[in-house]
């Protein structure tokens, strides 16, 4: 199995930055997707970032703002998220994906207020 643990979270500003980190008991380019989530009070979970064979995909509201990135030889995953917005408000996940499994963490807190 593969151990999944996030940090980074936080509260922060509108407009401020914060940054994820996403330590994974696997070697990243084994997996795989990796891919980071959020899901907001009475919202669905969603994917926001997803890195895959070396590309990257992001869901439209966060495009231009985060920026997911993987680090091999430590086998962490992070997301960078910039000009933050209240609307990002939510529990982060991350998640590692084998050819059969989906491995998710426990989450990480990111509030944006003023």
């Known amino acids: 199995q593969v151990q999944v643990v996030e940090s980074g979270g936080g509260l922060v500003q509108p407009g401020g930055s914060l940054k994820l980190s996403c330590a994974v008991s696997e070697t990243i380019a084994n997996l795989y997707t990796m891919g980071w989530y959020r899901q907001a009070p009475g919202a669905e979970r969603e994917l926001v970032a997803s890195l895959s064979g070396g590309k990257t995909k992001y869901t439209d509201s966060v495009k231009g703002r985060f920026t997911i990135s993987a680090d091999d030889a430590k086998n962490t995953v992070d997301l960078q998220m910039n000009s933050l917005k209240p609307e990002d408000t939510a529990v982060y996940y991350c998640?590692?994906?084998?050819?059969?499994?989906?491995?998710w963490g426990q989450g990480t807190q990111v509030t944006v207020s003023s």
């Open positions: 998640n590692a994906r084998t050819s059969s499994l989906f491995y």
